[in-house]
C-alpha cells in the first residue's frame, strides 16, 4: 500500500509534507508508514485516497475495485451468510453491497471498517486479503455477530449490566417456553 501512495505522491510532484499539509496528517504519520512501524488508520487512508482522489480499493492494491468484494463474497461463503446479514448485523444499506458488487462504487472507510469489525478481520486483509500476524484477532472463534452486537451497545452507551440483565431475562422466557 505505501508504495502505491509513493505512485500517486509522485505523479503529482508532491512530497510527503504536501500530502500532511494538505490531509492534515502529522508527518510523523508517514515516516512511521514508511519505515513500516505503523500503517495509518482507515480514516487517515481515506484523506490520503481523497487527496489523490482516488478509493481506499485503489490505494490498497492499484486497481479500483479490485479484490475488496471477491474477499467479501468469499468470507460470506466460508460463513454461510448474505450480505442482507452483513447489513442488519452493521446498519449499513444494502445497496452499499449491490453498487459495490457491479462497481458503481467503494464503500468509504467508515463502512469498510463496520464490514471488517462484523468479519473478525482486520480493514487491510478485507482489502487485499493479506492479514498481517500482529493484526490477527484471537477473539475471532467467537462469532462475529456477538462482537458487533457488543459494539453497537458499546457505541450506543449501554451499560453492560444492561445487558447481562437482558441475557438472564432470555434465558428465563426461554426456560419457560421448554415447559
Known sequence: MYEIYCELRDEKGYKDSDVARITGITKSTFSDWKSGRSTPKQDKLQKIADCF???LDYLAT???NSETYEILAKLLEERNLKAADVCRGTGLPSSLFSEWKRGKSTPKADKLQKIADYFGVSLEYLMT????ESSVQPESELSNVYFSLAREAQENGIDPRDIKMAIEMLKK???EEKK
Open 62 to 64: 492499484g486497481k479500483e
Open 173 to 175: 422466557i426461554r426456560e
Open 129 to 132: 486479503g493479506n492479514e498481517k
Open 53 to 55: 482522489n482516488v478509493s
